[in-house]
């Protein structure tokens, strides 16, 4: 079971009164409630069970003790079901469990494969083969996504799919949106858009549980709060919206866009003043990019973003949703915008506003997310160490206290080539030929002898193609790993066999 954590709430502020207010008043709607929820909804909610073999990250050939996961899911097309992207990880199996509400009303369960996963924000499509399940299922009643946003403090209602049919609760449990943000999603390491909600008890399984406002989904639970019960994250319509119309126009899900600047607040008059601004313009100060990308030949660090599309950025970095006080980091301005969209935008440079235009990229990552549906680690053993390569769940084996080398790894990362990778000595597998070795777990290799390495392929063909006596590796924070060539390729069947590790390499296919 994933539990995803989100931030505190805190003593006295508004969320917590409001939270209160929830629970005295939270209630599991009657079936006799909503006749359109009954008839509409009910029985497009399924249930989603996988069984999981997650890869431990610093010993790649091994896996974690199979998981068993289950999450909820929704019919939103012919034949294809949405549910999140971290119910499916790694997974084994996927099952489906018929609509508590079906023709067929049991716990008969169906074989289900993957169609297509947004990782970043922990969606997925999924559809069952056999006709048999859809015999049972009215296709018809796929439910349309809404692309308009709630608004904070509107009632909506959390659909979940429960065991035993409808007697033991094909859940419809009233809640309230407590916020509109822009927040980290855990499972892909994104910020996106989120809706939090606040409401009932949100118990494990109601990952992928639709979001209704009357009979249209306006968001999709994905991960609940590990200090309050009562706290959920949705994924909003409009991001779902944007999934499945990638995946109808282009049958895969082409990401999120973004302007990929860094950036200071100008909540500082001084700062504000000596940057030339007025006393009525507002905005933020680029200070860098994220990675290489074409608006750096139309903006650079030092200008002051104004506006985004028209739309005024705050000191703070926001923007205005609605017309309602509601504000959001700026960012998701470029989210939604379609490929090689020309963005206006009016900046600041040396005294004087300008307008120009950037084509929005797509979101790049300086760490491999790893795919994480069907895909295990790679990995190279030479000399008793292991090598594998830095990825944003290898960080997240530490939460949030990851370690202050491969901190600054990730960091140095953004100017690298897009598709280097960052390779580290996940660990040392003792052995004669590694005597003296020490604390090199989790130390990012820089150079196998004097090369810069790029990946982990790079690193392979490197130590392969060794034409001298000893192969030298220099690792971060300068420290330098020797072995004999002849010992260490020696060394390798023993070390294979003492460890039962069954293959020195992992490696991607070419």
């Given at each position: 079971m994933l539990l995803f954590c989100v931030q505190h709430v805190v003593a006295g502020s508004p969320a917590l009164r409001k939270l209160q207010s929830c629970r005295l008043t939270r209630v599991q709607t009657s079936l006799d409630d909503d006749r359109e929820l009954i008839d509409r909804v009910?029985?497009?909610?399924?249930?989603?069970?996988?069984?999981?073999?997650?890869?431990?990250?610093?010993?790649?050939?091994?896996?974690?003790?199979?998981?068993?996961?289950?999450?909820?899911?929704?019919?939103?097309?012919?034949?294809?079901?949405?549910?999140?992207?971290h119910v499916l990880s790694h997974s084994a199996t996927i099952s489906v469990e018929l609509p508590a509400q079906s023709k067929?009303?049991?716990?008969?369960?169906?074989?289900?494969?993957?169609?297509?996963?947004?990782?970043?924000?922990?969606?997925?499509l999924i559809s069952v083969d056999d006709e048999n399940f859809w015999q049972h299922v009215s296709i018809r009643l796929g439910l349309q996504v809404s692309k308009k946003i709630p608004r904070p403090s509107e009632e909506i209602n959390v659909v979940r799919a429960a065991p035993g049919g409808i007697e033991s609760g094909g859940y419809v449990s009233k809640a309230v949106v407590n916020a509109i943000d822009v927040r980290e999603y855990l499972h892909g390491g994104s910020s996106v858009l989120t809706l939090e909600i606040a409401g009932p008890r949100f118990l494990p399984g109601v990952s992928g549980a639709p979001v209704v406002?009357?009979?249209?989904?306006?968001?999709?639970?994905?991960?609940?709060?590990?200090?309050?019960?009562?706290?959920?994250?949705?994924?909003?319509?409009?991001?779902?919206?944007?999934?499945?119309?990638?995946?109808?126009?282009?049958?895969?899900?082409?990401?999120?866009?973004?302007?990929?600047?860094?950036?200071?607040?100008?909540?500082?008059?001084?700062?504000?003043?000596?940057?030339?601004?007025?006393?009525?313009?507002?905005?933020?100060?680029?200070?860098?990019?994220?990675?290489e990308c074409a608006a750096m030949r139309r903006?650079?660090?030092?200008?002051?973003?104004?506006?985004?599309d028209g739309v005024r950025i705050a000191n703070d970095g926001t923007i205005s949703l609605r017309d309602e006080g509601e504000r959001v980091y700026?960012?998701?301005?470029?989210?939604?915008?379609?490929?090689?969209?020309?963005?206006?935008?009016?900046?600041?440079?040396?005294g004087g506003e300008m307008e120009v235009s950037v084509t929005t990229s797509r979101?790049?990552?300086?760490?491999?997310?790893?795919?994480?549906?069907?895909?295990?680690?790679?990995?190279?053993?030479?000399g008793g160490l292991v090598f594998t390569i830095l990825t944003y769940p290898y960080l997240r084996q530490w939460d949030e206290k990851w370690p202050e080398n491969l901190l600054r790894a990730e960091r140095q990362a953004a100017f690298r080539l897009?598709?280097?990778?960052?390779?580290?000595?996940?660990?040392?597998?003792?052995?004669?030929?590694?005597?003296?070795?020490?604390?090199?777990?989790?130390?990012?290799?820089?150079?196998?002898?004097?090369?810069?390495?790029t990946g982990i392929m790079h690193l392979y063909h490197l130590i392969q193609k060794t034409e001298g006596t000893y192969v030298r590796f220099l690792m971060q924070d300068d420290l330098v790993v020797v072995f004999s060539k002849e010992a260490a390729d020696k060394s390798e069947r023993r070390v294979l066999g003492q460890y039962r590790i069954p293959n020195a390499t992992n490696l991607p296919e070419t």
């Open positions: 009910l029985p497009t909610v399924v249930k989603v069970h996988s069984a999981s073999c997650s890869p431990n990250l610093s010993l790649p050939w091994l896996t974690q003790p199979v998981e068993e996961k289950t999450g909820t899911g929704f019919l939103v097309g012919a034949k294809e079901i949405l549910t999140t992207a067929h009303n049991s716990r008969r369960m169906f074989p289900a494969r993957v169609v297509t996963v947004a990782e970043e924000c922990d969606l997925a406002r009357g009979a249209q989904v306006v968001g999709m639970i994905h991960q609940r709060s590990a200090e309050d019960e009562f706290l959920a994250h949705a994924v909003p319509g409009v991001i779902i919206q944007k999934f499945l119309e990638d995946y109808e126009a282009h049958g895969k899900y082409k990401g999120l866009y973004t302007l990929p600047i860094t950036h200071q607040k100008m909540e500082n008059e001084s700062l504000r003043r000596s940057m030339g601004m007025n006393s009525l313009e507002t905005g933020i100060l680029i200070t860098g990019f994220r990675y903006i650079a660090c030092g200008d002051v973003l104004l506006e985004v700026f960012d998701y301005l470029a989210a939604l915008r379609p490929p090689e969209y020309e963005l206006p935008l009016r900046i600041l440079r040396d979101s790049e990552r300086t760490l491999p997310l790893l795919a994480t549906v069907d895909r295990s680690p790679p990995y190279v053993i030479y897009r598709k280097a990778e960052i390779v580290v000595c996940s660990a040392v597998l003792r052995d004669k030929v590694n005597l003296g070795y020490d604390n090199l777990e989790h130390r990012v290799v820089e150079k196998v002898n004097n090369v810069k390495v």
